[in-house]
């Protein structure tokens, strides 16, 4: 019989939500129903199956029983008969699944249910319960043949099939391809291979279920580094022999999501590679989720752990400024500073500053040349101006003041107020290209016009918080009580959690008095990394989270960039024939 695919979530598998069975449970006190099943075979499809065996043992005594032939309602394959004994006539007078179902899910009800080659029998029982409106319990599943296979080395047994493993542990039944007497040589099985899990500290039902699946032997030997974690939230710190930061990450709990990295779950390759040169793992509690993840930024910031990915480069955070000077033009620069007359960013990398640049340089007549211009001396133009790109400053062909009027007032507006005007040059070009089929030059277009939204949009959203000297907010806590987060400047200063029926203001109290002292400064994120307000940002804008206190108000500019946002979306997912209509 071909086996079906079964998944079992490692992750899914192990929260004690799923079913009530806690996987630290021990062994020993663990309630498992063995199951085995006789079929028609083929592939499950609701229907199929010929007979049920079931035993429930807890601790070696044998708890229930459950056998029961089952009427598939379609006539037996007959080497099926040759192979089980199992007749037409004998299934004639039987009850069909749907009426066997209800008892079975009773009885394997707040149980770890373990099958010999598990995919398959777990596969029909799934399928029948579907077919015939029966909600599957979800239950944790251990199969023996994946243990086995664990377990036992190739000079033990030749093969992993329940006979040979049945006779290798000497069974008290052996199995004869009938459901009950299957069932109970799989109990067998399993006692004799709990008795070998000792030996490699697999003593918990969760540890055997993962133990079962496919890991590394690199997995298996650090799991250990596991052991004695918070179950809260915070960060985990991967480090190595020389106490180097590895790989930082961030969780709710952090104890489950760490043994998540010793479970057939993770697979990526740079994972395998760090834990080899990992050597123990340090947790650092948080009040909530908002503190871990700043908390995370601010050290993967810090170290640059070789395994984060986005740490690879975090130097390389620039900014499109105008310079000093008669006649400014656009200029990529890693710093600003209070003199500067106007800026944007900050970007990512240079290729989406420049892209920004693009876009302004579509929509307004800002020089492109990187000439240091004279007001008294003349230089000779560049092709741009023959073109019409540009009034050609460089030969006095336009004043100071009307270069300012015309280039640089909308570049420094757009950044800090109304787009509006480079917005509906660049819409107005896009049409152009449109209507004249140049769709790969408007497409172009439309990328530089959402590279500068994009990049307004997050200005004056970072510039609005980090404006603001402090603010306190909350958030309801999960288990009762109130997540508390006190925000300077635009980065996190303080946080904690108020205790359920314990009113909050003074835990603010005690939070504002320890908090961080946080100077005010020059730019949109003078005191936080982009991306720490951005976490604060997503956090306080949740609908359920309530601002508390603020020392400033907390404002955009009506006329702004922010109510671009949907033509930025429109921009980003490609859709040029739209944009046209978002003009004002």
């Not at 190739?154 to 039944?173: H, I, Q, S």
């Not at 990526?268 to 909530?288: D, G, K, N, Q």
């Not at 400033?552 to 921009?571: H, M, Q, T």
Request: with cysteine.
């Amino acid at each position: 019989m071909a086996e079906q695919e079964y998944l079992q979530p490692a992750l899914a598998g192990l929260d004690p939500t799923v079913d009530g069975i806690d996987p630290a449970l021990p062994l020993y006190a663990t309630t498992f129903v063995v199951v085995d099943l006789e079929t028609t075979g083929g592939a499950p499809d609701g229907g199929g199956i010929t007979e049920i065996g079931a035993v429930k043992v807890r601790g070696g005594e044998e708890l229930g029983v459950l056998g029961t032939l089952v009427n598939p309602g379609v006539p037996i394959p007959p080497f099926i008969t040759v192979l089980t004994g199992i007749t037409q006539a004998m299934l004639l007078p039987a009850p069909p699944i749907e009426q066997v179902l209800p008892s079975f899910l009773e009885f394997v009800s707040d149980a770890v249910l373990v099958a010999h080659n598990a995919p398959y029998d777990v596969g029909f029982l799934k399928a029948a319960c579907a077919r015939h409106g029966y909600r599957w319990p979800n239950p944790r599943v251990l199969d023996t043949a994946a243990l086995a296979r664990r377990v036992l080395l190739r000079d033990e047994v030749p093969n992993r099939k329940l006979a040979t493993l049945a006779a290798y542990f000497r069974a008290g039944t052996q199995p004869t391809h009938r459901a009950l007497d299957d069932a109970r040589a799989t109990v067998d099985v399993l006692h004799g291979l709990i008795g070998r899990l000792g030996g490699h500290r697999v003593d918990t039902v969760g540890d055997a279920i993962e133990f079962s699946r496919a890991v590394t032997p690199t997995q298996r030997r650090k799991r250990h580094l596991a052991e004695g974690l918070p179950r809260s939230p915070g960060v985990y710190i991967f480090r190595a022999a020389d106490d180097r930061p590895l790989y930082v990450g961030t969780s709710r709990d952090i104890a489950t999501r760490v043994r998540s990295y010793f479970t057939a779950a993770e697979k990526r390759a740079r994972m395998s590679e760090m834990l080899a040169a990992a050597e123990r793992v340090e947790a650092v509690e948080c009040a909530h989720s908002l503190e871990a993840e700043v908390r995370e930024l601010r050290l993967i910031g810090a170290h640059a752990p070789p395994y984060n990915r986005r740490s690879k480069f975090p130097e390389r955070m620039v900014w499109l400024k105008l310079t000093d000077g008669p006649y400014p033009r656009l200029s990529v620069v890693r710093e600003i500073s209070p003199g500067d007359r106007a800026y944007l960013g900050p970007f990512t990398s240079r290729r989406t500053a420049e892209l920004a640049a693009a876009g302004f340089h579509d929509a307004v007549p800002l020089r492109q040349c990187t000439h240091r211009l004279s007001l008294r001396t003349i230089t000779p133009a560049c092709a741009l101006a023959e073109l019409g790109r540009c009034p050609a400053p460089c030969e006095h062909r336009i004043t100071p003041e009307e270069y300012d009027d015309r280039a640089v007032q909308p570049f420094a507006t757009a950044t800090t107020g109304d787009p509006q005007p480079v917005v509906d040059a660049l819409l107005a070009r896009i049409e152009t290209l449109a209507a004249a089929q140049r769709y790969e030059e408007a497409a172009t277009l439309r990328s530089r016009l959402a590279a500068v939204l994009r990049a307004t949009v997050r200005m004056q959203r970072l510039a609005a918080l980090s404006g603001i000297a402090e603010l306190a907010a909350a958030h309801p806590a999960a288990g009762g009580g109130w997540e508390l987060a006190l925000v300077r400047h635009g980065r996190l200063a303080g946080a904690g959690v108020s205790p359920a029926g314990v009113h909050p203001r003074p835990t603010l109290s005690v939070i504002r008095a320890t908090a961080e002292t946080v100077s005010p400064g020059h730019g949109p994120v003078p005191a936080a990394s982009p991306e720490e307000s951005e976490r604060i940002l997503s956090w306080l804008e949740r609908p359920e989270t309530r601002l508390v206190e603020m020392s400033d108000g907390w404002a955009s500019p009506v006329a702004g960039a922010g109510r671009f946002r949907d033509l930025l979306d429109k921009a980003e997912s490609g859709a040029s024939h739209q944009l046209w209509s978002e003009r004002s």
